[in-house]
């Protein structure tokens, strides 16, 4: 691997996605869906890809359920944060 600063794109990424899977991503057990109800009255937009393998559909149908002001669409034809499903995340941000 690079020395710090020069590190690849791709070096870069696996470093934080590391360190953020090495600390479950700095929530408790079911700290997410417990506390989704303090997001009531904020709207928000849950875009998850039918074949993401390192976070189940159900898991965002969960957080859906306790989150009243979101939207779920789950993209058909995509993975985990690959362009099939990017493109549906533009959308939503472009949109008002």
Known sequence: ?????TETYAERFARIVTHYWRHAAFLDDEQLIRDAGSL???????????YDVSS???????LHRAWPA???QIVADAAHADAALMK???AACNRR
Do not use: K, N
């Open 1 to 5: 691997m690079s020395g710090l600063g």
């Open 88 to 90: 549906h995340v533009v």
């Open 70 to 72: 979101s939207e779920l």
């Open 56 to 62: 189940p559909a159900e898991t965002a149908w969960r």
């Open 40 to 50: 009531t009255g904020i709207p928000g937009r849950l875009i998850h890809g039918r």
